[in-house]
């Protein structure tokens, strides 16, 4: 594999795993807000997190290169309002989607087809999530300053159940 490219999926796998620490951090201040409904989405989203950073892993040892794994950052984005942290989790996937793109061009640049199929399924997924950070600020602006409302809402996103990627390796 391109070194380079190598180097930014190896990369990639800690940004995950970081996203994974974000959305954490998010479900846990949902939790301190008393709103389990949006902690048990967050908590999923976390998941799933992890599991973007698993596949880049198991793809790039498919590949015969070597991962390295590097120190998970704090997540240190401050949360006073409920609307805060879906904002940061929509500015995030804005942030994942660049890096994502980033790989894919530069797989591109040196004609690795593997690796941009590979990359396809991160491209849509990439434009689910940033739907669903806009759903959630959408309807929070709609709800969010109703306390039955809310309720419901919170109710919603607590059905939320994880299931395991569609992509497998
Ligand atoms: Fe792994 Fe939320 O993108």
Same mark, same amino acid.
């Not at 980033?102 to 087809?113: K, L, N, P, R, S």
């Not at 940033?130 to 809310?150: C, H, P, V, W, Y």
């Given at each position: +594999? ?80 409920? +609307? ?49 950070? +806009? ?35």
């Amino acid at each position: +594999m391109n070194e380079k490219v190598a180097a930014l999926l190896n990369d990639q796998i800690n940004k995950e795993f970081y996203s994974a620490y974000l959305y954490l951090d998010i479900a846990n201040f949902y939790t301190k807000k008393g709103l389990d409904g949006f902690a048990n989405w967050y908590e999923v989203q976390a998941k799933e997190e992890q599991d973007h950073a698993m596949l880049m892993y198991r793809y790039l040892q498919n590949n015969g290169e070597e991962v390295t794994l590097e120190a998970i950052a704090k997540p240190d984005k401050n949360f006073e309002t409920l +609307m805060d942290p879906l904002k940061a989790g929509l500015e995030h996937e804005q942030y994942v989607t660049n890096l994502i793109n980033t790989i894919y061009g530069a797989a591109q640049e040196v004609q690795d087809f593997r690796t941009t199929q590979f990359l396809d399924w991160f491209v849509k997924e990439q434009g689910e999530e940033e739907k669903n950070s +806009m759903d959630q600020i959408t309807k929070m602006k709609l709800f969010g300053d109703d306390a039955r409302s809310l309720y419901m809402l919170n109710n919603e996103l607590a059905a939320r159940v994880y299931t395991t990627p569609s992509l497998v390796l």
